[in-house]
């Protein structure tokens, strides 16, 4: 246990009912000390105040460690008068037992009692004590409270009789007016301690027995924390007295030096426990904007009346860290303002998010550019004026004018990061210098807490700009269905994770669906997840069968390394055939929503095996849909909670996506809601749903050409009739003649098969033609003389979009034209 302030030493007795006499009166204006002694389980004292010191008359160095029977009354433990290094004890009238009983551990209740102690002959001290058995997991086993009676005799002898029978007792504090007053300060009087010893040995002396001095039966006083602080003109006397003899040079006496000392000590103990508890407010919350507020809030009122934060541009950007040492071009934003003037008064002078510079003659540049607090002890007008020329129009003097200034740097790792202005109204005290210590150590811890915001903003920005840069941007619609997106970061184990989802554009207005989980977290199973991700895309324009695909990414997972393993669902959606084609590598079913009915229900698919394993068959099974189904697919960490069985999850899953919904989005939120509610959701989490509308018969043409270039003025003919037939007449030129450069094209490299050509009318006219050549077409660059090259040009120019893959038969060349508007 720490030897703490002592808080119970030299305190003023108050008056209590029932004290008439002029003993009490007296204990009530003098000077009681009241010395504090912790004993351990070995007997040896443990603590000994500087109260116990004056008392006994023994130092603390020489007190900790010893025997207590050396040290403290134990009257009735040896011979009458028997001496001792440290005095004679002797009996008292055999007023309650003796100390020693409660020493060794004899009585397992409180015990009160008065001794005699010679301390130097001739004097003779007269004790008054209390003992506490104490219980716990701690070493401390007694508490002993002693003051010396004699403080209470004047020279009055009713005085001398009524001393002569105070008696140390117990009572109940509720006995007393004030009863919460008492049992809320009686930790002052105890050690320095944690703050559960303290709530645990306070709680015995409360259940045991408060301290008290007994006159008569009918009157008793309290033993309070106001003992040992003398009154306050008594203590404005000595500390002009000390005062005086410090200025004059001469030697303090033993009660000034002593006074001296407490003062220093109590003031050093106060900034010390404002610091602290500053430190246990600030910095609750990575969160950087908390932060700045927790700061600026930690200081009003009790260190400052007007706090103001300014932060450099890339710490309030979330940027790195700031570099060089600023300068006047430096902008620095005010980001926070707290003040206990009447409300709105600085809000229009001042306003917070506010970005300004500061020139190098002001008091705000120095401390950014040294790095050490200013102190200004009161802003003279001419002051006042040169900071309220950086605020233009605004008239700022009237509110800091004649105030007293501190500014403190908030620094970390030796650069300025930002400061703050501190100001103190003119009727209270000056900032001194002890003041800008507490500010600068205010600062520092400030600093840091800002610091590691900071670098978490920063930290997170990075990884929310990575995890974006990896996942697509998906369009709302794609050919035959609408798609909607969800992506959630994970809440404990990092913002950056490897869930991911896709959708390709394939050959035959089909789209692929992806969704897939790297197992792990952090920026290795992120980049993974990039690596499998860039492989599904170019397996899937290959037109690779969906059970094809999760075999080429499981190979090619072995070849990446065997640190990570994936799952993946693979969705092929063909909207003109109303068909899915799905393969599955160890993920969580997808669930499809009958537009029908509105019945849900997980797809019962082939599990497999994750992908990395190896040497694991994978199978593809095909789903008949029907227009207006959803499909709704997403990573396991949406439906898995830690200590729920995942059923409960999937259960809950197919029941929120059947819910109807206004829009994609909103049957998106509501998944979201009922599935994150659930609390102890950890991992990132994919969410990917789809409509699938599908494409009807007729809007749907093809055709199969021969391998003849006669054939190309075929191609341009059923184009033209087929679009005017649809009432998009004013796309046949354009369609007619690029229709007319891809035919060319593919019966010039066509081997045996014939030609496809099919038109596909949706969101968008699409055009695909198919042949049986493997090779894909170049853009290229064409010179005036060159006979080929230019029919990719024409497509390029006129297309809204255009493109190539490989299918098993060869390649499909299509396009794109943008409908015109009804």
């Avoid at 019962?604 to 994978?618: E, H, K, R």
């Avoid at 749907?700 to 391998?707: M, S």
Wanted: overall charge negative; some cysteine.
């Amino acid at each position: 246990m720490e030897d703490g302030t002592d808080r119970g030493t030299e305190r003023d007795t108050p008056p209590s009912r029932g004290a008439g006499n002029g003993a009490v009166e007296h204990a009530a204006a003098g000077r009681i000390p009241l010395a504090v002694v912790v004993v351990d389980r070995d007997g040896l004292v443990s603590h000994w105040s500087r109260g116990a010191r004056r008392l006994f008359d023994v130092a603390k160095e020489e007190a900790i460690g010893r025997p207590a029977v050396d040290l403290l009354p134990v009257s009735g433990a040896l011979p009458d008068e028997e001496a001792t290094p440290y005095g004679v004890y002797a009996a008292y009238d055999g007023l309650g037992p003796d100390l020693e009983s409660s020493l060794d551990g004899r009585l397992s209740y409180p015990a009160a009692g008065r001794a005699r102690l010679t301390v130097s002959e001739p004097e003779r001290l007269d004790v008054l004590w209390w003992a506490y058995p104490l219980v716990g997991p701690g070493r401390e086993r007694l508490l002993v409270l002693a003051a010396d009676a004699g403080a209470l005799r004047s020279e009055d002898q009713d005085d001398e009789i009524a001393v002569e029978r105070i008696a140390p007792a117990f009572a109940l504090h509720t006995d007393f007016p004030g009863a919460g007053e008492l049992a809320r300060r009686l930790p002052e009087i105890l050690p320095s301690m944690s703050v559960e010893e303290g709530a645990r040995i306070v709680a015995q002396i409360l259940e045991l027995g408060y301290p008290v001095l007994e006159f008569s039966q009918n009157e008793r006083v309290p033993v309070t924390p106001d003992w040992g602080v003398a009154r306050r003109i008594e203590r404005k006397a000595r500390r002009e007295r000390a005062a005086r003899a410090v200025a004059d040079g001469l030697p303090l006496p033993r009660e000034l030096a002593d006074e001296a000392e407490d003062l220093e000590y109590a003031a050093v103990r106060e900034r010390l426990e404002f610091l602290t508890e500053v430190s246990g407010r600030i910095g609750t919350s990575l969160d950087l904007s908390k932060t700045i507020i927790e700061v600026s809030r930690a200081v009003v009122p009790r260190f400052t009346d007007v706090a103001g934060t300014y932060l450099r541009e890339q710490v309030v950007a979330g940027e790195g860290f700031p570099e060089g040492v600023p300068d006047t071009t430096t902008m620095w934003h005010r980001v926070a303002l707290e003040h206990t003037d009447e409300p709105g008064r600085w809000d229009d002078v001042v306003p917070v998010g506010e970005a300004m510079p500061f020139p190098a003659h002001t008091p705000f540049f120095q401390c950014m550019t040294t790095g050490e607090p200013v102190l200004v002890p009161r802003i003279s007008e001419q002051m006042g004026h040169a900071i309220a020329s950086q605020f233009e129009k605004r008239d700022i003097r009237p509110l800091i004018t004649g105030r007293s200034m501190l500014v403190v740097p908030l620094k970390a790792r030796n650069v300025v990061l930002g400061f703050m202005i501190l100001l103190r109204h003119p009727e209270r005290v000056e900032f001194n210098d002890m003041d800008r210590v507490t500010g600068a150590e205010l600062a520092a811890r400030a600093g840091l807490v800002l610091d590691n915001a900071r670098m978490y903003t920063y930290q997170e920005s990075v990884a929310e700009t990575l995890q974006d840069s990896m996942l697509p941007h998906i369009p709302p619609r794609m050919a035959g269905c609408d798609i909607a997106t969800r992506y959630l970061p994970g809440t404990l184990l990092g913002r950056v994770g490897g869930d991911w989802f896709d959708s390709v554009k394939l050959p035959g207005a089909r789209t692929a669906l992806v969704v897939g989980d790297v197992m792990g977290h952090g920026l290795n199973s992120a980049a993974m997840m990039g690596q499998l991700r860039t492989a599904v895309q170019t397996m899937a324009a290959l037109d690779l069968p969906p059970a094809q695909l999760l075999r080429n990414l499981d190979d090619l997972a072995q070849r990446l390394g065997d640190t990570y393993l994936a799952t993946c669902l693979y969705a092929v959606y063909d909207p003109i055939a109303s068909e899915l084609h799905i393969a599955n590598a160890g993920h969580i079913p997808p669930v499809i929503v009958h537009a029908e009915d509105g019945r849900s229900e997980l797809l019962d698919l082939p599990t497999g095996a994750p992908i990395g394993v190896g040497g694991v068959a994978f199978e593809s099974v095909r789903v008949r849909v029907r227009p207006g189904d959803r499909l709704v697919m997403c990573t396991d960490g949406l439906v898995e909670v830690r200590g729920e069985d995942i059923g409960v999850g999937l259960a809950t899953l197919c029941e929120s996506a059947a819910h109807p919904a206004a829009s994609m989005d909103d049957a998106c939120d509501t998944i979201i809601r009922a599935l994150n509610t659930r609390g102890g959701r950890k991992d990132d989490v994919a969410l990917l749903m789809a409509r699938l509308n599908g494409i009807e018969p007729d809007d749907v043409a093809e055709w199969r050409l021969a391998p003849d270039p006669a054939e190309v003025g075929r191609a341009r003919s059923v184009v033209r009739e087929q679009l005017h037939e649809w009432g998009l007449a004013g796309l046949a030129d354009t369609a007619e003649l690029m229709v007319s450069e891809l035919v060319t094209n593919a019966v010039r490299h066509s081997h045996n098969r014939p030609v496809e050509l099919r038109l596909v009318r949706g969101d968008t006219l699409l055009c695909e033609v198919d042949d049986d050549d493997h090779e894909l077409p170049t853009l290229l660059s064409a010179g005036p003389e060159d006979e080929f090259g230019r029919g990719l040009r024409v497509v390029t120019t006129l297309a809204r979009e255009w493109g190539t893959s490989r299918t098993k038969a060869g390649k499909t060349v299509w396009f794109e034209l943008t409908l015109p508007r009804r």
